[in-house]
């Protein structure tokens, strides 16, 4: 089954400054991969989802790039806000692809100091 | 507005006994899912459905079971026999597989769970 790393330590930066998130997998390269944003005491929100021949996606604030020979996503929050202080999951799908059984990171804590 | 709903947002159980978790979605998803997650840990797939009547067993499914009776509904009952009940619990929804969609997880508020 398909591992995924996320750095469990919380990461701190100062408002404005661009915050980057790293999401490493081991074994297959998946078909597709996807971030959501989880609040404290909240269900995990989608923000992006990027597939295996796209190289980068955007939207708004949000960056998120997809090497398949490093194994790896980096999710991008440029000019960062308090207001994005949250954890972040990272997402991939079993080998066989498809939209069913994704298997999530342990996730990101982000925050953002004023 | 469409969404899924869960509750009970906190529930509180004596060992011994069976709860039963509601998830209620009014997004005409095909597939539903039950999801735990603890403290340090990922969500970790219990059960998921992706057709009415018809449901498969997640990573963790031993000591929980789940029925589809109607589209809409996905109840998750925590049986005695699970172990470590304690937990926050979601249910996410999701369309059907195609090339226009995104796959994205609709997830619910969650239910978190304290055994006494």
């Known amino acids: 089954s398909q591992k995924i790393e996320q750095n469990s330590e919380a990461l701190n930066i100062q408002e404005g400054k661009t915050a980057t998130l790293t999401c490493n997998y081991t074994?297959?390269?998946?078909?597709?991969l996807q971030w959501y944003r989880q609040d404290p005491g909240r269900g995990p929100v989608f923000l992006l989802l990027?597939?295996?021949?796209?190289k980068e996606k955007r939207k708004e604030r949000l960056k998120v790039t997809f090497d398949t020979t490093l194994k790896q996503s980096l999710f991008h929050i440029t000019a960062s806000q308090p207001a994005d202080s949250a954890t972040y999951l990272c997402?991939?799908?079993?080998?066989?692809?498809?939209?069913?059984?994704?298997?999530f990171g342990t996730g990101t804590k982000l925050q953002v100091i004023p | 507005d469409g969404g899924i709903t869960q509750s009970p947002k906190y529930l509180f159980r004596k060992e011994g006994q069976n709860v039963t978790l509601s998830c209620e979605q009014n997004?005409?998803?095909?597939?539903m899912y039950w999801y735990r997650q603890d403290p340090g840990q990922g969500l970790r797939l219990i059960y998921y459905?992706?057709?009415?009547?018809?449901?498969q067993k997640g990573d963790i499914a031993e000591g929980y079971s789940v029925s589809r009776e109607k589209k809409e509904s996905f109840p998750l009952t925590v049986t005695s026999a699970q172990k470590n009940p304690t937990a926050f619990y979601l249910c996410?929804?999701?369309?059907?597989?195609?090339?226009?969609?995104?796959?994205?997880?609709?997830f619910g508020e969650g239910s978190r769970l304290t055994v006494l």
């Open positions: 997004l005409n998803h095909d597939a």
């Open positions: 459905s992706q057709i009415v009547n018809d449901f």
């Open positions: 997402a991939l799908p079993p080998g066989s692809g498809g939209y069913q059984k994704v298997t």
């Open positions: 996410a929804s999701a369309q059907g597989e195609g090339n226009s969609n995104t796959g994205e997880l609709f």
């Open positions: 074994n297959y390269s998946p078909a597709y």
């Open positions: 990027i597939r295996e021949n796209e």
